[in-house]
């Protein structure tokens, strides 16, 4: 199974700042690679797939980049919405599976 | 617009099998485009894929869960459903069905079970 490690398990920022969010793998899944957004009570919402295509009505100022190994979500300018957990995705290899999470707060 | 809904016992006992179904709208199970698949996520924790019915029948089920798993599909009815046996403590989650055309983009609230007697 593959086993995708986000990284920072918390990040702190605030309105208006940029916020980098990190997905490794712990082998190549190319570019199948996909960003959920999460908030309480919710479910998760795609935001981004094959790595770096926005899904539908997703704002521009979310952006994903990588592929093999390495992947970063990135929101250019925090909006008060924004702040929610992020799950990366891989579906390389059966079974499809998540990361752990980044939860993304205000600071 | 395609919406998905769970349904099913909010409470299970240890031992016995969790039984939910999921309705779409706004869509077809039928629909050779898409595969139907059912998540999960524990109080507090991450995201687990459960596993996914096309609408000819065929199944694939996450190896961890494989043995407990059935997931089956009612066209006529335009449902699919989830059948995990045996459950204890450790399957009690938010479960989830969601769409599936490469990636996850439509889901169902999600509804929670909990194992308990």
């Known amino acids: 199974e593959i086993v995708l490690t986000q990284s920072p398990a918390t990040l702190s920022l605030s309105p208006g700042e940029r916020a980098t969010l990190s997905c490794r793998a712990s082998q190549s899944v190319s570019s199948y690679l996909a960003w959920y957004q999460q908030k309480p009570g919710q479910a998760p919402r795609l935001l981004i797939y094959d790595a770096s295509n926005r899904a539908t009505g997703i704002p521009a100022r979310f952006s994903g980049s990588g592929s093999g190994t390495d992947f970063t979500l990135t929101i250019s300018s925090l909006e008060p919405e924004d702040f929610a957990v992020y799950y990366c995705?891989?579906?390389?290899?059966?079974?499809?599976?998540f990361g752990q999470g980044t939860k993304l707060e205000i600071k | 617009q395609v919406q998905l809904q769970e349904s099913g016992p909010g409470l299970v006992k240890p031992s016995e099998t969790l039984s939910l179904t999921c309705t779409v709208s706004?869509?077809?199970?039928?629909?050779?485009?898409?595969?139907w698949s059912w998540i999960r996520q524990p109080p507090g924790k991450g995201l687990e894929w459960i596993g996914y019915i096309y609408y000819s029948g065929s199944t694939n089920y996450n190896p961890s869960l494989k043995s407990r798993v059935t997931i089956s599909v009612d066209t006529s009815k335009n449902q699919f459903s989830l059948k995990l046996s045996s459950v204890t403590a450790a399957d009690t989650a938010v479960y989830y069905c969601a769409r599936e055309k490469q990636w996850l983009d439509y889901w169902g609230q999600g509804t929670l079970v909990t194992v308990s007697s």
């Open positions: 995705q891989q579906r390389s290899n059966w079974p499809n599976t």
């Open positions: 706004g869509g077809s199970v039928s629909s050779g485009s898409y595969y």
